[in-house]
């Protein structure tokens, strides 16, 4: 099922500050990625806007499925998204949440639910509310809620955040089992994170400006 991206001209201002402007990329079906650029340059802000969960100060990101175009406010059905940002909903144990997640979300075919806790390195927190997870088991989970998801589109925000070594190397085999079947966008300055990347747009830091600036991309 083809899948592609355009952003046009875009640009995100908070206030009188140009987080970026002039950013244009083309990102097909089984591109990989990398959004980069100096904390606070606009990187995660960039995967909401191409998400749809925040609107640019101009320019355009549309997304595209066997050439019909799909709304903005239609994105989330198409991608999964990992950040240490997202919150996850804490009164619920493991297993609650990963039965409430995978009826929002498809679950990849080759997956069980009764699996998933093996899969993601949890299998003795099965019954443990998430509130109890330390910050690596939390990132763990919000890991592979994406990654084990069916959607043509995965978006990763520094996504080795709070794992120990063991994590990582989690991490990395199953995003190596994903390479060359999705489109999939990481947002780091990390190059051990965007290490499968093969094209790059990288965000420059500028603050209070009124001058224009543009992104730079390239491949």
């Known amino acids: 099922m ?7 001209d875009l640009g995100k201002r908070f206030n009188r500050e140009w987080l970026f402007d002039g950013i244009t990329i083309d990102i097909a079906q089984h591109d990989v990625v990398a959004i980069t650029g100096h904390n606070g340059s606009g990187k995660s802000t960039l995967l909401k806007i191409i998400a749809g969960l925040q609107l ?6 549309s997304m595209s499925m066997l050439d019909k175009t799909i709304p ?6 198409y991608l999964a998204f990992a950040s240490p940002y997202i919150e996850l909903i804490e009164e619920y144990t493991l297993d609650e949440l990963l039965d409430f997640y995978f009826h929002l979300k ?17 299998e003795k927190s099965r019954k443990k509310e998430i509130r109890s997870f330390s910050s690596g088991m939390k990132q763990r989970l919000k890991l592979g809620l994406a990654l084990f998801c069916n959607t043509p589109i995965l978006i990763l925000d520094e996504p080795t955040s709070h794992l120990d070594e ?12 994903l390479i060359g079947k999705k489109m999939i966008l990481i947002a780091s300055n990390q190059k051990e994170e965007t290490q499968y990347c093969t094209s790059s747009i990288d965000i420059p830091t500028f603050a209070f400006t009124h001058q224009t600036k543009k992104a730079s991309t390239t491949r």
Do not use: C
Request: proline share 8%.
């Open 2 to 8: 083809s899948t592609n991206i355009r952003i046009q």
């Open 56 to 61: 640019p100060t101009n320019g355009s990101v």
């Open 72 to 77: 903005t406010e239609e994105h989330y059905r």
């Open 106 to 122: 498809p679950l990849a075919p080759q997956y069980t639910l009764a699996e998933l806790p093996t899969l993601m390195l949890l």
């Open 166 to 177: 063991q994590g990582k190397t989690w991490f990395y085999k199953n995003l190596e089992d």
